[in-house]
T-cell receptor, first 116, second 114 residues
Framework: NAGVMQNPRHLVRRRGQEARLRCSPM?????VYWYRQLPEEGLKFMVY????????ESGMPKERFSAEFPKEGPSILRIQQVVRGDSAAYFC??????????????FGSGTRLTVV | AQSVTQLDSQVPVFEEAPVELRCNYS??????LFWYVQYPNQGLQLLLK??????LVKGINGFEAEFNKSQTSFHLRKPSVHISDTAEYFC????????????FGKGTLLTVNP
């Protein structure tokens, strides 16, 4: 039973390019969460998605950032026109449906984005 | 809004010494509490969690934590550390109005020296 799979592990982009980060949840998990870890900071919540629905995007920057979790395929975090301040580790987590007795979730290994 | 404070950003210790990593949280309602470990350039691994019941929680790799509601603390302890315990440790809280959003502390870097 594979865990949460994120790719790529490392991503380098030039300022102004687009970054696409992918996350495949654990088998049987239908909920996906994205967190960002800035240097010397803890993880900060960005967005919570279910299949084809954004449930809570209160942690997403208002511009350039978007997320989706299509019916088929992985969840995608998309950052348009990247800037140096976007350099961070982006972690995805997944969980079973809330209320099914779950208490938390499983994290992937992260994508480390470097903007040059 | 919830918050988590990890009082020490860095904790250096010698191998086989005991260690305590401190965590305080702010919440007026029931919470779930977690400790995660992050090894260099890796993801987060769950060490232990407190949901309810016994306030002393045992986790993996010989770690344990004690939930203290009156002091709103959830300190992590290990009686004897190894070099391999060198990592960043994050305390997190889940609950208090949200049943899906984890709030993390800034982390404590534990460095175990020979």
């Amino acid at each position: 039973n594979a865990g949460v799979m994120q790719n790529p592990r490392h991503l380098v982009r030039r300022r102004g390019q687009e970054a696409r980060l992918r996350c495949s949840p654990m088998k049987g998990h239908s909920h996906v969460y994205w967190y960002r870890q800035l240097p010397e900071e803890g993880l900060k919540f960005m967005v919570y998605l279910q299949k084809e629905n954004i449930i809570d995007e209160s942690g997403m920057p208002k511009e350039r950032f978007s997320a989706e979790f299509p019916k088929e395929g992985p969840s995608i975090l998309r950052i348009q026109q990247v800037v140096r301040g976007d350099s961070a580790a982006y972690f995805c987590a997944s969980s079973p449906p809330i209320g099914a007795g779950h208490w938390g979730y499983t994290f992937g290994s992260g994508t480390r984005l470097t903007v040059v | 809004a919830q918050s988590v404070t990890q009082l020490d950003s860095q904790v250096p210790v010698f191998e086989e010494a005991p260690v305590e990593l401190r965590c305080n949280y702010s919440s007026s309602v029931s919470v779930y509490l977690f400790w995660y470990v992050q090894y260099p350039n890796q993801g987060l691994q769950l060490l232990l969690k407190y949901l309810s019941g016994s306030t002393l929680v045992k986790g993996i790799n010989g770690f344990e934590a004690e939930f203290n509601k009156s002091q709103t603390s959830f300190h992590l302890r290990k009686p004897s550390v190894h070099i391999s315990d060198t990592a960043e440790y994050f305390c997190a809280v889940f609950g208090g109005g949200s049943n899906y959003k984890l709030t993390f502390g800034k982390g404590t870097l534990l460095t175990v020296n020979p």
